[in-house]
């Protein structure tokens, strides 16, 4: 088995850091992510690109910890010089080796169901709903070969409905880190017809309402800067009494947050895609927004207070 090239890899996880620091995961992510990559290239994967394994490592080692916000494969190629097939190819092959769990047809959705269900907020109604769903559908064993956490994403989506929770499909893909599509696609299939859910468009949360909940949001928690994305799932984990039976859209956030910003209650600091001109970040290039921006505002933006960018910007 040829010896691993030590310059090389280290050159590898200062890339790996970089993009983990984009997607901002934690530092316990980066060090499991380093040690199996370093396990797959001595004894697996020896001949093949050392970014490329490093890389799918981290977006693995990401995906199994559910701490972590949602990172998709089209985003994460995103930041790589890699395609997304390719990753998901290799990705693949080291669930393959490195999970001690089931197969994909075998894994209960109960598992994802009782986990996101908390992280919605979700009434016990809600999630006695989602949980008989998704038990149902290990029983019948009706979505083979189907991702699990796609079926508990549809589960809580018809619970969801069924209750008044107000959680959309939006919300819950976001927070999942799936496409809609592919809850719409489950959630056609005849097991669910035969339910026959009646699908509500839930009433948006009230500006006012959302906008005195976010600035108490900060305090409760003792933090001192998120991230948009967070912004939507932290509030629904947190008010879910105050919003149950509301959806909150994601373009209203973003307005709600622009306003804060104007009145200068919060500062935002630009996402690392985002090519609006800030002087600190594009050099004043156009002021096009990009594809993840809503109202001006990026969804990989950091929301902070105040005195903490005082702070900050000193160091």
Request: proline content about 6%.
């Amino acid at each position: 088995m040829p010896e691993i090239n030590e310059k090389k890899f280290s050159e590898t996880v200062i890339l790996m850091k970089d993009t983990a620091k984009h997607f901002e995961l934690s530092k316990h992510i980066i060090e499991k992510a380093t040690e199996l990559s370093r396990k797959l290239l001595e004894n697996i994967f020896p001949r093949h690109p050392y970014s490329l394994v490093a890389l799918t490592s981290l977006l693995y080692t990401a995906r199994r910890d559910l701490s972590c916000p949602a990172v998709t494969f089209r985003d994460f190629a995103e930041t790589t010089p890699y395609a997304k097939d390719e990753i998901r190819r290799l990705f693949n092959k080291i669930a393959a080796i490195e999970d001690k769990r089931p197969p994909v047809c075998i894994i209960r959705p109960v598992i994802y169901v009782e986990e996101y269900g908390e992280r919605l907020g979700f009434s016990k109604k809600a999630l006695d709903c989602a949980l008989a769903l998704a038990k149902e559908i290990s029983q019948k064993r009706v979505f083979q070969g189907k991702r699990t956490l796609v079926l508990a994403s549809a589960c809580l989506f018809v619970a969801s409905h069924s209750a008044g929770e107000g959680s959309t499909q939006g919300e819950i893909a976001n927070l999942c880190g799936i496409s809609t599509a592919s809850i719409r696609r489950v959630t056609r299939h005849e097991f669910f017809e035969k339910k026959n859910i009646k699908y509500k468009v839930f009433k948006p949360a009230d500006e006012e309402l959302l906008l005195s909940l976010i600035l108490k949001a900060f305090p409760q928690t003792n933090q001192t800067e998120i991230t948009f994305s967070q912004l939507r799932p932290n509030l629904r984990y947190m008010y879910s009494d105050k919003l149950r039976g509301f959806s909150i859209p994601i373009t209203r956030l973003g307005s709600i947050t622009k306003e804060l910003e104007d009145e200068n209650l919060v500062i935002l600091v630009p996402g690392p895609k985002c090519p609006r001109p800030w002087p600190h970040f594009s050099g004043g290039r156009g002021i096009s927004k990009c594809k993840l921006c809503y109202e001006e505002v990026c969804q990989g933006s950091l929301i902070r207070l105040p005195d903490r960018v005082d702070s900050t910007t000193s160091k």
